[in-house]
C-alpha cells in the first residue's frame, strides 16, 4: 500500500539523486582541478539528463515527479490521483513538494561533500554559485523569466504527452515502463541544448532553490553572493510553465 510516507521517501530520494548527480556534472565542469574541468555545455546536459533519469527511475513509488512544474501541473490538468492510492489534494501536494525541496537541498550537500577540496580552492565566486543554482547569462528579469516559462511549457506538455504512451486511446498499447524515465532524460538533454542558453534552464524550482539555499549555508570559502535577487524568475517562471502546460493539456493533449 503506497502512503503519503512512501510518497515522501521516493521523491526525497529521488530528488537527492537528480541534484548530486546534476551538481556534480556542473562541479565537474567548472572547479579547478577536477578531471571533467572545462568539458564545455553538452557535458553539462547529458549529465543533468542523467541525473533525471537516475533520479526518476529511484522515486517509483511516487511516480518521479522529481519538480513542482510537474506535479502542479498534474494539479492543473484536473488528475484525481498522483498515483493509485494517492489522491490528488492539499496533503498530497504538500507531501510532492516538500520532499522535493529537501531533498534538492541534501543533494546539493552530498556534492558539496564530493568536491569540498575543489570548493575550498580559489576558484571564481560565480563558478562555485554556478554548481548550486543556475543564473542568466543576460540579466534581464521579465526576459529571464519568460524564457524559463517556455522552456519549462515545453518540458512539461512533453512528459504529459508521453504519458498518453500506452494507454487505451492510442496506438501503441504497453506501457514503456522504465523507457519512459529515459525519454525525460533525452528530453532535459534536448531542453538545455536547446532553450537553455539564456538562463541555465531550471525548469525546476526545488533544483534551484534547494541548492541555492544549500550554498547559502554552506561553509565554502570565498563564495560571494547567492543571488537572492533572482532566485524568483527560475521559481516563478517554472511554475507558471508547468501550470500552463496543464491547463492547455486537454486542449493540446486528447485524450
Not at 56 to 72: D, I, M, R, W
Not at 172 to 196: D, K, M, N
Request: with cysteine; charged share 10%.
Amino acid at each position: 500500500m503506497v502512503t503519503l510516507g512512501t510518497i515522501f521517501l521516493s521523491e526525497f530520494v529521488g530528488s537527492a539523486i537528480l541534484l548530486l548527480f546534476g551538481a556534480g556534472v556542473v562541479a565537474n565542469n567548472l572547479l579547478s582541478k577536477t578531471k571533467g574541468h572545462g568539458g564545455g555545455v553538452l557535458h553539462i546536459n547529458w549529465g543533468w539528463g542523467i541525473a533525471v533519469f537516475a533520479g526518476v527511475l529511484a522515486s517509483y513509488k511516487s511516480g518521479g515527479h522529481l519538480n513542482p512544474a510537474v506535479t502542479l501541473a498534474l494539479v492543473a490538468a484536473g488528475k484525481k490521483e498522483f498515483v493509485p492510492g494517492i489522491p490528488v489534494d492539499a496533503a498530497s501536494i504538500a507531501t510532492y513538494l516538500s520532499a522535493q525541496l529537501l531533498g534538492a537541498f541534501v543533494g546539493a550537500v552530498l556534492c558539496w561533500l564530493v568536491y569540498k577540496q575543489h570548493f575550498d580552492e580559489d576558484a571564481p565566486d560565480g563558478f562555485k554559485l554556478g554548481v548550486f543554482s543556475t543564473g542568466p547569462e543576460i540579466r534581464n528579469y521579465g526576459w529571464n523569466f519568460v524564457t524559463e516559462a517556455i522552456a519549462t511549457f515545453v518540458f512539461v506538455t512533453v512528459i504529459l504527452a508521453a504519458g498518453h504512451w500506452g494507454d487505451s486511446n492510442t496506438a501503441t498499447p504497453g506501457g514503456l515502463g522504465w523507457l519512459g524515465a529515459l525519454g525525460v532524460a533525452l528530453l532535459v538533454v534536448g531542453v538545455g541544448a536547446s532553450l537553455g542558453g539564456p538562463t541555465g534552464y531550471a525548469i525546476n524550482p526545488t533544483r534551484d532553490l534547494g541548492p541555492r539555499i544549500a550554498h547559502a549555508v554552506l561553509p565554502i570559502p570565498n563564495k560571494g553572493s547567492s543571488d537572492w535577487a533572482y532566485a524568483w524568475v527560475p521559481v516563478a517562471g517554472p511554475i507558471v510553465g508547468g501550470v500552463l502546460a496543464g491547463l492547455l493539456s486537454g486542449v493540446l493533449l486528447p485524450a
